[in-house]
Nanobody, 115 residues
Framework: QVQLVESGGGLVQAGGSLRLSCAAS????????MDWYRQAPGKQRELVAT???????NYADSVQGRFTISRDTAKNTIYLQMNNLKPEDTAVYYC?????????WGQGTQVTVSS
């Protein structure tokens, strides 16, 4: 079964940290870039971070220096380490990836940052 399964969301105070995980089917993960997106209430979904198949990374300006995306090839899993969280980081976070001709999304995990 082709799928993406996120975990690790929750409620945290401002300044705190969380680590999100996304376990992917091998056909989605291997050789493909993987991303984290987020969507806050009333806002459009936005790209947060990308990790390519060779490990190169890219970040939205709003999270640069605070978030780190990584991938574990042995586990077909990507991670998003989120430090110094701010209330404006509150959103549902989605894992995304797959071959160029596909568009796979996870079910999302809620991250809530209290002030």
């Amino acid at each position: 079964q082709v799928q993406l399964v996120e975990s690790g969301g929750g409620l945290v105070q401002a300044g705190g940290s969380l680590r999100l995980s996304c376990a992917a089917s091998r056909s989605i993960f291997r050789g493909n870039a993987m991303d984290w997106y987020r969507q806050a209430p009333g806002k459009q979904r936005e790209l947060v971070a990308t990790v390519t198949s060779d490990g190169s990374t890219n970040y939205a300006d709003s999270v640069q220096g605070r978030f780190t995306i990584s991938r574990d090839t042995a586990k077909n899993t990507i991670y998003l380490q989120m430090n110094n969280l701010k209330p404006e980081d509150t959103a549902v976070y989605y894992c995304h990836g797959g071959p160029w001709f596909s568009d796979y999304w996870g079910q999302g995990t809620q991250v809530t940052v209290s002030s």
